[in-house]
């Protein structure tokens, strides 16, 4: 008779992001792991295989819930510059409340792993086409409201919004903490929209 799992796999990938994020991949040993999820060694490798799909699973779980939500408010905008304008002002209070300097999840692993691991390379690959077309969309609806200017091409302003994005994110993991640095990049982003 099969054994039924005694754990909610979705919590456990919630708390392997947690663990990833704090330490890195190749920083978070299976110890690590067995210790933070709270689950023996053989449940986390029958449920997850191995580290490396433990980490891949946990990424995608983090991706798709950040799109989600990015896709959500921006559909749901009557105002999609100002809408950014939140967006990217809750990124800059996350990176300077980030007293651990963890930056970005995706950011992190994308430095850390994707030039060495393709499976990842191609998550993070996905995640940044994802994010453009969402930008994209946003940013359409921006110019045919008024909100957001024509002068440049719609696709170059979603490359433009998810580089600034993942810039800020990098800082926040250098440990940068003048808020006046931020504040420039955003006020020189803002000036372009």
């Given at each position: 008779?099969?054994?039924?799992?005694?754990?909610?796999?979705?919590?456990?990938?919630?708390?392997?992001?947690?663990?990833f994020?704090?330490?890195?991949?190749?920083?978070?040993?299976?110890?690590?792991?067995?210790?933070?999820?709270?689950?023996?060694?053989?449940?986390?490798?029958?449920?997850?295989?191995?580290?490396?799909k433990?980490?891949?699973?946990?990424?995608?779980?983090?991706?798709e819930?950040?799109?989600?939500?990015?896709?959500?408010?921006l559909?749901?905008?009557?105002?999609?510059?100002?809408?950014?304008?939140?967006?990217?002002?809750?990124?800059?209070?996350?990176?300077?409340?980030?007293?651990?300097?963890?930056?970005?999840?995706?950011?992190?692993?994308?430095?850390?792993?994707?030039?060495?691991?393709?499976?990842?390379?191609?998550?993070?690959?996905?995640?940044?086409?994802?994010?453009?077309?969402?930008?994209?969309?946003?940013?359409?609806?921006?110019?045919?409201?008024?909100?957001?200017?024509?002068?440049?091409?719609?696709?170059?302003?979603?490359?433009?919004?998810?580089?600034?994005?993942?810039?800020?994110?990098?800082?926040?993991?250098?440990?940068?903490?003048?808020?006046?640095?931020y504040?420039?990049?955003?006020?020189?982003?803002?000036?372009?929209?």
């Amino acid at each position: 008779m099969a054994r039924t799992k005694e754990f909610d796999e979705d919590k456990a990938l919630d708390k392997a992001i947690e663990i990833f994020w704090c330490k890195g991949y190749n920083g978070t040993s299976a110890q690590d792991l067995v210790t933070h999820l709270g689950l023996s060694r053989s449940s986390l490798y029958d449920t997850f295989g191995d580290k490396q799909k433990l980490f891949s699973k946990a990424l995608r779980r983090y991706l798709e819930h950040g799109q989600e939500a990015t896709r959500n408010l921006l559909n749901q905008s009557e105002d999609i510059k100002e809408t950014l304008t939140e967006i990217f002002k809750q990124a800059v209070i996350e990176s300077l409340d980030d007293r651990m300097t963890k930056g970005c999840f995706v950011v992190n692993a994308a430095v850390e792993l994707a030039m060495h691991d393709e499976e990842i390379a191609k998550i993070v690959s996905d995640n940044r086409q994802t994010v453009e077309e969402i930008f994209l969309t946003a940013v359409k609806k921006g110019q045919q409201a008024g909100q957001i200017s024509t002068q440049l091409e719609a696709r170059m302003l979603a490359r433009f919004i998810f580089n600034n994005y993942t810039g800020i994110r990098v800082l926040a993991r250098s440990g940068e903490n003048d808020k006046k640095v931020y504040d420039d990049i955003l006020k020189a982003m803002f000036s372009v929209l």
